[in-house]
């Protein structure tokens, strides 16, 4: 099946920094895919780059499985980093004129906009100019904003910096719902603790490059599949000497260890060799931190 | 394209609406006409409540003075704004007791019956005397030109009893009045004329004023548009030249209304005879606009909103905030200060090669076109031919200005310097 989204080869350079450097990614539908890296890495060119407001030096923005049309904007809600409404203009009106500018006839922006007044508890408010509200309250109209064209794709570059906590909840209680409904979630995010429980695929970005690109589960299984996490009481020094293991993180005080297996050797055998020495009470595969795998396939990159 | 025109018909309709409901943009817009109606009606009001009417008594004792003087009232006809009052003249034969003649004139000048009364008599006469009588004496001009008849009457009456025929007077001493010339460095015209001039000007510094405003209006629309980051959401949706089209668009619609209703009221209120029957004063002779001189002057508005709004815009959306912007922001407002410098040859020859040549001139044409209407209706294909080349100079600034603007827009941080802003141009 054509994703609805894909990215081929996108490159933009400004002068002599690259700051995207030949992307390629597809975006399966129904899935929330997030865009991860540090600052400076080029996920906002490329989110950018994806609503045409840059246009890339080569490469192309597919939709449908063909080049991105103006039209199909109309189908992608987006919502930049640097967010603003306009303070002088009413919030009932604000929110009927993004509609309006994302392709809803006017009547229809109307009523969703007091419906979405309505939802985000600001139905009292709609009159009311945007500087009069509270930073809280704007931010609510923001999200609304974005989704009020009731778009296929979302578009959203980190959408949860500058939240307040109550927002970020409903937020991700929105973008669950919009899951559920088979629609498909791009975001960016610098922080992946974020990432590692929301997304179901990601694409780590470093210095314009995708340096790892494909389903969260799958990356997890093949980037850290040989770590172990031991709980015991005894000598947990000894664990770095036992065959097999080839590094050992130890908290002695918490009774607690991670050990790192080499490859091929079986978890079993090891056990057998830890409870020879050690009261084992637990021992399990752990998955690896999204921000350890990131940090190992940076460094590998070199 | 289609979905480019009606994303820039959203825009538009958003920044006409913003402004044209705030308070502000309408207190602006009537305080004008109401400032006008004003000018133009405040003196015509003076004028005709000056015109008072004088109740005047005058007791013959010649029996013919006092009949001449009346007719000779009755005929003059002073000029209207003048300050000299039409005398309502009663001739009344002296009584028997004059002494109680007298006291019952004065006591009706004290009820104010009457406004004064004069005392016509052989004696009096000889001596060259003429009493009057009045509440108040400080009507110089309306007593001089009493003097001025009585003086007449009686000059005529003993010429007659010198022996010469009336008629024969009346020709040699025939009254000869000014008509006033003025002589000044930019040549004689009739005072009259001088009134339009006023009005060329006035329609000049108007112009200048409002097109500096409304630029401004779009300049900060701009920068507001950046500052509150709202600039990255709306052209996620339209394209910046869109956004940009749709700002001149919905501004020079609100832009268009103000300065309609201004011209309206320019219209109405110097249309010849209105002020002056409301006011029910004489006709003032006042300079008046036509509708079609008012319509090109609209025409030539519009065309040099864009002109300069354009690169207001432009401005705008390469800087941050409003103090940045300044800098560079003198270059749109130079070129509307421009065409002050060929105000004057303008004006003095509408019709001179100067004049012609610069009322094509895109930068100075927006102006100095309306001021050459204002003054004198250039030939129509001139008219015409200064609308296409502006228009199409309109296009090219917009294109020009747009290509700066889409950079700008998204560029936050260090302020470019003018040759970056050169450099955007050539970005694709």
Known sequence: MTPRLELVDLRKSYGDFVAVDGISLAVPDGTVYGLLGPNGAGK????????????????????????????????IGYLPEERGLYRKMSVKDQLAFLGELRGLPRPVAKERAAAWLDRVDLADRSERKVEELSKGQQQKIQI????????????????????????????????????????????????????????????????????????????????????????????????????????????????TARLFLADGVDAAAVLTRLVSFLAVRDFRNQEPELEEIFVKVVNDEG | MKGSLNKTFILAKREFFVRIRSKGFWIGTLILPLFMAVLF????????????????????????????????????????????????????????????????????????????????????????????????????????????????????MRLTEAGYDPQEIRDLIGRVRLSTVRVSAEGSREEAGEAGFILAYGLFFLLYMVLLLWGQQVLQGVLEEKSSRVVEIVVSAARPFDLMLGKLLGIGAAALTQFSIWMVTLVVLTAPGLISSLASAPDLNLPSISAAQALFVVVFFLLGFFVYSSMYAAVGSAFNNLQEAQQLSFVPTAAIILPMFFLLPVINDSNGTLAVITSMVPFLSPILMPLRIAVLTPPLWQVLLSIVITAAFVLLMVWVCARIYRTGILMYGKKPTFKELIKWLSYS
Not at chain 1, 194 to 206: E, F, N, P, V, W
């Open chain 2, 41 to 156: 009606a405040v003196p015509a009001l003076i004028f005709s409540s000056s015109t008072s009417q004088l109740d005047l008594v005058m007791v013959d004792a010649t029996g013919r003075v006092g009949e001449a003087v009346a007719a000779r009232m009755a005929e003059r006809r002073d000029d209207p704004g003048s300050r000299i009052a039409q005398f309502s003249i009663d001739v009344v034969a002296p009584a028997a007791d004059r002494q109680r003649q007298r006291d019952e004139l004065d006591e009706r000048l004290l009820g104010e019956e009457i406004d004064a009364w004069v005392w016509l008599d052989r004696a009096g006469l000889e001596n060259d005397r003429v009493e009057y009588r009045a509440r108040s004496v400080s009507n110089t001009f309306s007593q001089d030109k009493l003097e001025d008849e009585i003086s007449a009457a009686v000059r005529e």
């Open chain 1, 44 to 75: 906002t060119t490329t989110l950018r780059m994806i609503m045409d407001i840059i246009a890339p030096d080569t490469g192309q923005v597919l939709f449908d499985g063909r080049p991105r049309r103006r039209d199909d904007l109309e189908k």
């Open chain 1, 144 to 255: 609304a904003g974005t989704l009020i064209h009731e778009p296929e794709v979302v578009i959203l570059d980190e959408p949860f910096s500058g939240l307040d906590p109550i927002n970020q909840g409903l937020f991700k209680d929105l973008l669950s719902e919009y899951k559920g409904e088979g629609r498909t979630i791009v975001f960016s995010t610098h922080i992946m603790e974020q990432a590692d429980k929301l997304c179901d695929h990601i694409c780590l970005i470093s210095k314009g490059r995708a340096v790892l690109v494909g389903e969260l589960a799958a990356i997890k299984r093949r980037e850290g599949g040989n770590a172990y996490r031991l709980t015991a009481e005894g000598d947990l020094g000894r664990c770095a000497e036992v065959e097999g293991v080839t590094e050992a993180v130890v908290d002695e005080e918490g009774g």
